[in-house]
């Protein structure tokens, strides 16, 4: 939100300041919380598959499995829907 105030009448290219509020510290909090969760999260990855990787690949694995059974599934519901 923008707010024009008088500062200096006998300067024109000075007489008005506009202060720019930005989010407020909630938004900054939870910015902040977003940040840490996901560098964490980036970190277990990483740790993961330096310790076990072969645990890390049986679930990246089954991450794909998942997605490729979800992408058969939508193409065939639309395959049925247009035919």
Known sequence: MNHAR???TAD???A????VRGPSTGAEWWW???RIVGFLFIALIVWMIL?????A???VNNI??????A????THFFAEVFS
């Open 71 to 74: 992408a058969t599934n939508i």
């Open 64 to 69: 794909f499995a998942i997605l490729r059974t």
């Open 32 to 34: 902040a919380v977003g």
């Open 6 to 8: 008088a500062l200096d």
């Open 57 to 59: 690949a049986h679930i």
């Open 16 to 19: 008005v300041q506009l202060s």
């Open 51 to 55: 310790t076990q990787p072969t645990t």
């Open 12 to 14: 024109p290219v000075r």
